[in-house]
């Protein structure tokens, strides 16, 4: 079988395909039969490019591309080369499943001009699918087509995800907790992906696109080492390379979803894979966890194993146990033994009551007909009608307009309907879920208050597990000892269960860098590895003071020579030098890392004793007041007052709005939009239909294109995104996965990150002109894709990158935290903001002289304070340059304060009316009476930024309904007092700078 996928994806691809085959040895004696074979079997052809273009045939070249989203389109530039690239490192190679892996990951790169290349559609007629998804999907249908011994199979779509994924990442206290519960989602994610592709091959998997993701690159890596010299030949290095050379942090950044689809060959093998990827998920999850445990109580014992290393350690923290110190000692000398160790089953039965793993299948069309068939057949009726039972759609399909102009149709035009139903069937197996958390005694986590806190004499059997006898000291002695084993990751105090400690520790302890070729004890030659270097990711101080260290770099400079002879004086020669190893080591922000000499590196912990009194291990109280007035002192001696640059971060979430619908169908344009009809033949055009399906059928999403836009949307999610939060902003991305997206920024990189972010989802202007949204300067539409201009400086490789393309619109909540907020609480309000308030604001119907405003596309904005006192403001997506040009304009001396007036008269004074601008009205009378102010031209951006929110606020409630969201004059009033907060945060920095 894996011959016939291999032969069925370079025929697809080239038009050299018999040349290409007959070079490679592992298809030697099989070249006849697979040619055979080949021209009677079209069917997997036919269904990958859907019904639509088998039958609207022409015999020219392909002149244009069409957006397989919005329609835009651009001419295609210069001819099609096919030129055969040089296969021998590959053609001698016996085993046709690797030169299978070969074929699908280097030969779009392995062509003579593979940028210009890789955009080439696969048809003439409807150029909206890239000739390489195409090729992709043909082989991956082929695999699902016939069982391993070539026995025709029906194809079925399996779905499989596995929960819970919020909770999982709220369980955090520190960064290092956040970003390891997102990397854990998304390298589980990869691996059931990855099992997937072992059996059935890279193209089996549907969503998300495989190709050129950076963790299977690894994982090939792995299975292939001699694919190295493959990397470095056609994408400049290998990943794990680019990871250690710091080239890249890819490998270290979450952006695999936990919802994995694939087409698989017949019920039986949808029902085994089902049932192995829930073993595979247990078994990996497991194993780190394994691995984890292991580690902690071989590094204890060994730091308890000879009478001196005790008394080391007793020295250490004996003053926080003093009223009972014998029986501590006596605990201290049972955790040197194996045998007392007596926790196994508890961390079995956290682990293995971690993860719900569900999946559903359903056949790609009804299995009891064929996938395809005649128009003039007289089963056709009964035919169709067993499909739309099937996919229980509500759409016509084929309309009438399809039926006349097609002579055959196939599944594959049933193809987004049956997406749609495969995601209610999985929602429909949630609904019967049965996960429960195991019994849990004793002492809860301090950091989520699940689970049992783990400790070494916890026993979790027979009657024990409803609570066995432990003292509390014990369990205090236990986490004090951890602390000093591993110190940097552990402050002491905090306890934590089986689930929390794996996920903190798994990137080193648990075997995860290493499983993709990463070497990370060994790599930093330290005993306990930094972390934050290990995995590429900042602090929390660090993020916030990032834009402020780069702008400042001599400031920060200057604070740091500040406080470090205040901890000399104050702190022990082991704090000290703690100290140093801290707060001298790169920000682990790229942006920033690049304005210090890399060999003489700061970090932003330093301006907060919260974090460095928490990685210096301080636990006496005595301490933290100690290092509290040293920074204290700092801050004063500097400039920064009671405020520091580490006091305010910023996290934000986007979601792609209407995905479901894009792939479904229902939010695509007609037909017209997409086909060249330059390319139609006559015969085609005069046909009965041929005007009613180009003007009003909409198109549907076939196979073919789903992958292609899958694989197209890595280039947002995995070129874009991390270059505008990393290179463009002082920020560093959490998660960039398809059409989500979570970053955390400085507040002063705001309003950039979110006009950058929302112009690369839909290919707008970029805010800084460093793309263009047109290959041609002249051309006065955009294409749909972001072209890197010449003159810039740009760190991505030279060709057109994917956005979803005009229309296309992006909710956003956005949280800006104090530093002392817990992390679950920023979480919880940062998924709310995104999903029950920027979702959820309406749109208002297009009038003769407004354009139409579309639903959704919000942003929520939630200010929380050290008290806990929570600002939100709401914004429609359309309002938001103007208000970002506003704020860049005007002076915030003189802004501020007028912005908490505006917020405080207009809610009480103003009414939202259809066209009375008592909005502008008011805001200009109490501009006339200000001494100092705005100048002309920024009070006018003010007042037309108010008369366009009354527009939309007016048209989206007319009938003034309280349960629309955001329309309010009370609304514009937090807007304003969010304004103002912002701007008084820019004030301060501008103060502290003498700007």
């Not at 089902?274 to 966890?289: A, E, M």
């Not at 874009?720 to 989500?740: A, F, H, M, N, W």
């Not at 405080?904 to 009375?916: D, I, S, W």
């Not at 502008?920 to 006339?928: D, F, G, P, S, Y």
Request: glycine share 6%.
């Amino acid at each position: 079988m894996i011959r016939r996928k291999l032969y069925a994806l370079i025929q697809t691809y080239s038009t050299s395909g018999n040349s290409i085959c007959s070079q490679l040895h592992c298809l030697e004696g099989h070249l006849e039969e697979l040619q055979q074979w080949w021209n009677v079997n079209r069917l997997s052809q036919d269904i990958a490019s859907s019904s639509d273009r088998v039958n609207l045939e022409t015999d020219q070249e392909p002149q244009q591309i069409k957006h397989p989203i919005s329609g835009q389109s651009q001419r295609l530039s210069g001819e099609k080369a096919d030129h055969l690239p040089d296969l021998t490192s590959i053609a001698q190679e016996s085993d046709p499943e690797k030169v299978f892996w070969w074929f699908w990951r280097f030969f779009p790169e392995a062509q003579v001009n593979p940028n210009q290349q890789a955009f080439l559609p696969a048809h003439a007629v409807l150029p909206d699918c890239p000739l390489y998804s195409y090729s992709s999907t043909v082989s991956a249908l082929v695999g699902a087509m016939n069982s391993e011994t070539g026995t025709p199979q029906h194809p079925y779509l399996l779905l499989f995800t596995f929960s819970p994924v919020q909770e999982f990442i709220k369980a955090s206290r520190k960064f290092l907790d956040f970003w390891a519960g997102s990397y854990l989602l998304h390298y589980l994610g990869a691996k059931i992906a990855w099992e997937i592709a072992q059996q059935y091959g890279p193209d089996a998997v549907i969503t998300p696109s495989l190709w050129s993701q950076e963790i299977i690159d690894a994982l090939l890596q792995q299975k292939y080492p001699d694919f190295e010299t493959f990397f470095q030949e056609y994408t400049g290095n290998d990943p794990v390379s680019r990871f250690n050379d710091q080239e890249s942090t890819s490998l270290s950044t979450a952006g695999f979803p936990n919802m994995i689809t694939a087409v698989v060959p017949g019920e039986k093998a949808a029902q085994e894979l089902g049932d192995h990827l829930k073993q595979t998920l247990n078994i990996t999850w497991t194993g780190i966890g394994e691995k984890v445990r292991e580690t902690i109580k071989n590094r204890v014992m060994t730091a308890l194993d000879t009478a001196e290393k005790r008394q080391n350690l007793w020295t250490a923290i004996k003053d926080e146990f003093s009223e009972n110190p014998e029986l501590y000692r006596q605990e201290l000398e049972k955790w040197q033994q194996g045998g007392c160790w007596e926790w196994n089953r508890l961390w079995n039965a956290q682990l293995e009551h971690t993860w719900e793993p569900y999946w559903t299948a359903i056949p790609l069309g009804s299995p009891e007909m064929g996938l395809e068939i005649s128009l003039q057949d007289e089963a056709f009726s009964q035919w169709r009608e067993q499909q739309d039972q099937l996919s229980q759609t509500r759409q016509t399909i084929p309309t009438t307009a399809e039926t006349n102009v097609y002579e055959n149709i196939n599944i594959g035009t049933w193809w987004g309907s049956l997406q749609q139903r495969l995601g209610q069937s999985i929602q429909a197996v949630k609904n019967t879920r049965t996960w429960a958390i195991p019994a849990s005694p004793g002492e809860r986590s301090t950091l989520s208050g699940h689970y049992s806190a783990v400790h070494p004499n916890l026993l979790y059997k027979d009657h024990f597990r409803e609570g066995g006898g432990l003292a509390g000291g014990s369990m205090r002695l236990f986490w004090r000892v951890i602390a000093e084993v591993f110190p940097g990751l552990f402050n002491g105090s905090e306890k934590l269960n089986a689930l929390e400690l794996t996920k903190r520790m798994a990137w080193v302890y648990g075997g995860v860098g290493e499983s993709l070729g990463i070497k990370t004890r060994e790599t930093t030659q330290e005993e306990t590895p930094n972390y934050e270097q290990a995995i590429r990711f900042p602090n929390l101080s660090s993020i916030a003071a990032a834009r402020f260290a780069h702008n400042h770099p001599e400031k920060v400079k200057s604070y740091w020579h500040t406080l470090e002879p205040l901890i000399r004086s104050y702190f022990s020669r082991k704090q000290r030098d703690r100290f140093g190893s801290l707060t001298r080591r790169p920000f682990q922000v790229p942006k920033v890392d690049q304005v210090f000499d890399k060999n003489n590196p700061f970090n932003g912990v330093m301006f907060s004793s919260k974090w460095l009194g928490d990685d210096l291990n301080l636990t006496t109280e005595q301490e933290k007041a100690e290092l509290q007035n040293c920074i204290d002192q700092a801050h004063q001696e500097n400039g920064f007052g009671n405020s520091s640059p580490a006091d305010w971060w910023v996290i934000v979430l986007g979601d792609g709005d209407g995905m479901g619908q894009y792939v479904s169908g229902r939010k695509l344009e007609f037909y017209e939009s997409y086909l060249d009809t330059n390319v139609i033949s006559p015969e085609v055009q005069q046909t009965q239909g041929y005007e009613e399906l180009l003007h009003q059928t909409k198109k549907r999403m076939g196979p073919a294109t789903h992958v292609g836009l899958n694989r197209a949307l890595l280039d947002f999610s995995n070129r874009l995104v991390p270059y505008l939060t990393q290179e463009r902003c002082c920020g560093k991305v959490i998660y960039s996965g398809g059409d989500d997206v979570m970053t955390v920024l400085p507040i002063e990189d705001l309003s950039l990150f979110l006009r950058s972010l929302r112009a690369a989802w839909c290919g707008g202007n970029d805010p800084i002109g460093e793309f263009d949204d047109s290959p041609d300067d002249n051309a006065s539409d955009s294409c749909g894709y972001w072209y890197p201009k010449q003159d810039q400086d740009i760190p991505l490789v030279n060709r057109p990158y994917f956005t979803m393309g005009k229309g296309a619109t992006m909710s956003l909540g956005i949280v800006i935290a104090h530093k002392s907020v817990p992390l679950p609480t920023v979480l919880q309000n940062l998924w709310s903001a995104e999903s029950d308030r920027a979702k959820e604001l309406a749109g208002a119907k297009e009038t003769q002289k407004q354009e139409t405003i579309p639903p959704k596309d919000g942003l929520c904005f939630r200010v929380i304070y050290g008290s806990g006192n929570v600002l939100e403001s709401l914004m429609k997506g359309h309002l938001l340059d103007a208000w970002c040009d506003l704020l860049e304009n005007a002076p915030p001396q003189a802004f501020s304060g007028l912005l908490y007036r505006l917020a405080e008269e207009l809610p009480k004074r103003c009414p939202v009316t259809p066209n009375l601008k008592l909005f502008r009205e008011a805001t200009q009378v109490i501009l006339n009476r200000r001494d100092q102010g705005l100048d002309q031209e920024q009070s006018e951006q003010l007042l037309n930024w108010l008369d366009q929110w009354e527009d939309w606020a007016y048209r989206a409630n007319p009938s003034k309904d309280p349960n629309i969201i955001g329309t309010t004059p009370e609304d514009l009033g937090k807007i304003l007092r969010f304004t103002a907060f912002w701007v008084t945060r820019l004030e301060e920095r501008q103060k502290w700078t003498g700007e």
